[in-house]
Nanobody, 117 residues
Framework: QVQLVESGGGLVQAGGSLRLTCATS????????MGWLRQAPGKEREFVVE????????DYSGSVKGRFTISRDNANNTVYLQMKRLKPEDTAVYFC??????????WGQGTQVTVSS
């Protein structure tokens, strides 16, 4: 089993940037797709971005494409999410997740991102 711990969230003004980190332990993630999902208050959890095991295949939701960048360091079992030009609608709890057989099967506890207008 893999354990995921997110960090890097916080309060930022609209137009600002944040970098989220997902530190993993337990089972290695080097052969798994990883991703970030988010959940805003009163809304369902939604997909943000996915990166495959090699980092070659990336999939972004339309709402963040061009502003967010996912990357991974397999040697250190870490995944990153660089967020730029943040908007108030990006406010949410951001979760790191591991994927296997097309299912997000492991989740972190989440990190809060709040963007003020």
């Amino acid at each position: 089993q893999v354990q995921l711990v997110e960090s890097g969230g916080g309060l930022v003004q609209a137009g600002g940037s944040l970098r989220l980190t997902c530190a993993t332990s337990g089972r290695t993630i080097s052969s798994q797709s990883m991703g970030w999902l988010r959940q805003a208050p009163g809304k369902e959890r939604e997909f943000v971005v996915e990166i495959n095991w090699s980092g070659v295949y990336l999939d972004y939701s339309g709402s963040v494409k061009g502003r967010f960048t996912i990357s991974r360091d397999n040697a250190n079992n870490t995944v990153y999410l660089q967020m730029k030009r943040l908007k108030p609608e990006d406010t949410a709890v951001y979760f790191c997740a591991a994927k296997r057989n097309s299912i997000w099967y492991a989740w972190g506890q989440g990190t809060q991102v709040t963007v003020s207008s």
